[in-house]
């Protein structure tokens, strides 16, 4: 059973930056493709970005392309997100999400482990 728990949520104003990271436990990390979701207040749980088990391949939402990075580090057992130029409508929870798959998805539906969320909020 893999376990995630996310850190770095918080309040941040227009523009500004942070940092998600996910640490990983009870799996083989490298053999994971791992995946962030959010889920903003009355809407459906929408795909961000995901990266493969090497970190060679990488996916994003149009809505935070060029915007956001994900990454990891297999050593540390952890997948970040870095996210830039942050807007109001980036506010939401945010989930790690991890699968056993080699093929990375956008659908929430094929990643069987999940963390309990980081909220990021940001204001105007």
């Known amino acids: 059973q893999v376990q995630l728990v996310e850190s770095g949520g918080g309040l941040v104003q227009v523009g500004g930056s942070l940092r998600l990271s996910c640490a990983a436990s009870g799996g083989t990390f490298s053999r994971l493709t791992m995946g962030w979701f959010r889920q903003a207040p009355g809407k459906e749980r929408e795909f961000v970005a995901a990266?493969?088990?090497?970190?060679?391949?990488?996916m994003y939402a149009d809505s935070v392309k060029g915007r956001f990075t994900i990454s990891r580090d297999n050593a540390k057992n952890t997948v970040y997100l870095q996210m830039d130029s942050l807007r109001p409508e980036d506010t939401a929870v945010y989930f790690c999400?991890?699968?056993?798959?080699?093929?990375?998805?956008?659908?929430?539906?094929?990643?069987?482990?999940w963390g309990q969320g980081t909220q990021v909020t940001v204001s105007s």
């Open positions: 999400a991890a699968d056993r798959n080699f093929v990375i998805f956008r659908n929430g539906e094929r990643y069987a482990y």
């Open positions: 990266i493969g088990w090497r970190g060679d391949v990488t």
